[in-house]
Structures are given as C-alpha cells and as structure tokens.
C-alpha cells in the first residue's frame, strides 16, 4: 500500500484517494528537442518511465548556436524526476546526428571508462539490426554497437529489431543460437513485448526493419539500418497514434506500405503524430524533387493524406524550411507537400527549429489525453508559447 505520511496535510487528511486521482490525471507527452539536422524525442508515459528516441546532441555552445543543449534538458528531466536510468533509450540508428554525444552521457555495461556517478543507465536499448552485424562502424558509432553487441551477447537490457535470421552468423560467432536469444530480438509485424497498453498505457508496433519475401525461398533484407515504429497510446479508452519515421528513404517507406496492407493491417499505419522521415529531405517521398512541391509515390501519398487522422500534426526534425533550393535537407519542396498533407487533416506543420520562433526555438511538447494529441506548455524550463486555440489531433 502506497504510504500517505509524507503527503501534506490537507492532503494527507484526504486520504490516498486524492492522491491517487492526482497520478492519474498525470498524461503521456512526447518532447520534440530543436537540434537542427539531428535527433531526440522523448516519450514521457503516465506511470513515469522515459522512452528516448536517439540522442543527437551536436550543439556547439557557440553565442549564435540556437539548438537545445540536449544532455542539458535531458539531465535535468532525470534529475527533477529523481531518476537515475532511461527506462528505453532507442537508436533508431548509427549516424551521428541521432547518437552524438551519447556516449558521454549514459552509463555503458561494457567498459568501466564509460561508467561514472554523473552518467545515466539506460534499462533497456533498442537498437537495429545494423548495430550488432554492420563492421563499418566508426567513433560513436563503434562504441555504441560495442554496448549493444555486449548486451545481446549477455542476453539483457537489450532489443534488437530484426529478422532472427539477420542475427545468425554473429550470434553463431559468439557461441550461441538464435533460440538462445529469441528473447532480445523483436521482428517487423510484432508488438515490442518491454512496454504494454495494460502496464504503460502504450504499445509498439514494428514496421522496420522488415524482410520483404520475394518468392517461396527467398526473403530481402529491408531498412536493417533504421527502426520505424508506431506508438498507440491509450487514455481513458481513446487512442492516439504516433509513427516515428527515423531516416527512412521513400522506396522502403513504400515497401512497408505495401507489406502493411498485404497484410490487412492498415489501422498500423494510422497517424494522429508524425515524426517525419530524415529532416524533411524529398528522398524520404520520391526520387524526383519536383520544382516547387515534391510529389509522393502513391504508396506514400496514401499514408499522409489517408492514413492521417483529423487535427494530425507532422513534426520536422530538422533546421528552418529555406526559401531557396538546397543539395542537404530540409527541403522547401517536401515541406511543401507535408503543409498541404497537414491541411487535407485540417493539421499542423511544425518544424522544430521554428517553434515557437526561428530566432528563439524551444522544445515541442505534445501532450496526449482522452482529445487526442495537442500542443502544450513545453518542458524544460520553457516558457508558455501555445495559445489556447492550439490545434488538437482528433
């Protein structure tokens, strides 16, 4: 039984009902950190626990430097929750601009040189395939798939997202055999078993990497570099969807449409929130960019203008939108197309290092209840940027 004895007072002559109601009224947000060309989403859930979705943290610390100091932000979320882990942290993959400066933030099992009081433990790693089999991994990158490769081989604290089949040769390396390890691997078509609907008010739903079957013998590897996932929350019996879509390049987006809906599972591909694809580049729409809109291969377009759900918010990860054209991302034609995706939805297009200004960008903060997905206080010692008539999804 809860102990009410260092409730206040007043509260604690209420008796543990209130305070019990409190909790509950405590709801899920997911946090949107402005890091230019880089990566950090923070899933905070009702019960406490912290899901972390990369960790590109490539602020300069220069005067004219307007990105968020992530290891900042994320120390103090931690330390004001008096938590001294990350209950998931996921790498959605290897590059730099999603795992920079990880490394000397969280507490890694294997090396001492890694492990410190000022450090974070992360409980569990979601990682993709590529970080156990790549061996082209260099700096950050080596000493992360070092960590997960540590983990897999102990057979805990880690998720690896793959075909068990991807895993053979390596795990056959290490002395041991796919059944050793069913347990850390999750596939493409599968629910993440570490966070469920009845215990965390959420689920996670795989759709990458996936092994796209060619015939009765022969399977393709897909995207095993990048993790794409849905989060269904669930709040007083509503549910509200996000799909985090990583760097995910068009032609596999278009893939997991199609094996999606093969498959029947359409409400899988359903959206109230987008992370959108690789820092609004066209490459995650087409191969063509177009001269002023970029335009969706069908698949594609089916995903943004169907599957959206009304009120839907699509987030850019990414630096402000130019008004020129660019070689690297972001991309004025695909944001062009993502504004007119968001109007079909009656939505919002949000790029993060816009919000709520360019010269002033401050995390975004979506708060999720029993009315979907909307805009709220941002976190982080931020202040109040979202007026009361901020759109809601659903």
């Excluded at 694809?277 to 069908?298: F, I, N, R, W």
């Excluded at 991302?329 to 939805?345: D, E, F, L, N, V």
């Amino acid at each position: 039984m809860l102990d009410t004895s260092a409730l206040p007072g007043r509260d604690r002559a209420l008796g543990l009902g209130r305070f019990v109601q409190q909790e509950r009224h405590r709801m899920p947000t997911i946090t949107f950190f402005p890091l230019g060309n880089a990566d950090s989403s923070l899933v905070t859930l009702d019960n406490g626990k912290r899901v972390l979705f990369d960790f590109g943290d490539e602020r300069t610390g220069d005067a004219d430097d307007l990105r968020i100091d992530l290891s900042q932000a994320i120390r103090d979320d931690l330390r004001a929750a008096k938590r001294s882990h990350v209950d998931v942290v996921a790498l959605s993959h290897l590059d730099r601009d999603h795992i920079a400066r990880s490394t000397e933030f969280f507490w890694l099992e294997h090396a001492a040189k890694y492990q410190s009081d000022d450090r974070f433990k992360i409980a569990e790693l979601w990682v993709p395939a590529a970080a156990i089999v790549d061996d082209q991994c260099e700096d950050e990158a080596k000493i992360l798939q070092a960590e997960a490769r540590h983990r897999l081989k102990n057979g805990s604290g880690i998720k690896v997202f793959s075909r068990p089949d991807m895993l053979k040769n390596w795990l056959s390396g290490q002395g041991l055999s796919v059944s050793d390890r069913l347990g850390c691997i999750v596939d493409a078509g599968t629910l993440v078993p570490s966070l469920t609907l009845a215990n965390d008010g959420v689920e996670f739903f795989v759709h990458s990497p996936f092994g796209q079957r060619l015939n009765d013998t022969e399977v393709v590897e897909r995207n095993k570099e990048a993790i794409m996932v849905q989060a269904v929350f669930v709040v007083e019996g509503v549910q509200t969807k996000l799909l985090f879509g990583s760097d995910i390049p068009w032609d596999h987006l278009r893939d997991i449409v199609e094996v999606t809906r093969a498959h029947r599972r359409e409400e899988r591909l359903e959206w109230d929130v987008f992370h959108l694809p690789h820092h609004c580049s066209y490459l995650s729409l087409s191969d063509e960019k177009g001269a002023d809109k970029t335009m969706p291969v069908a698949e594609i377009a089916w995903l943004y203008e169907t599957q959206a759900r009304k009120g839907a918010i699509l987030v850019s990860p990414s630096k402000p939108i130019p008004s020129e054209d660019t070689d690297l991302p972001p991309h004025r034609q695909a944001a062009a197309y993502y504004r007119s995706a968001a109007a079909i939805a009656d939505g919002q297009f949000i790029v993060t290092m816009e919000h709520p200004s360019k010269d002033r960008p401050k995390p975004l903060v979506i708060t999720i209840d029993r009315t979907k997905a909307y805009l709220s206080r941002p976190s982080f010692g931020a202040p109040a940027v979202v007026s009361s008539t901020a759109h809601r999804a659903g």
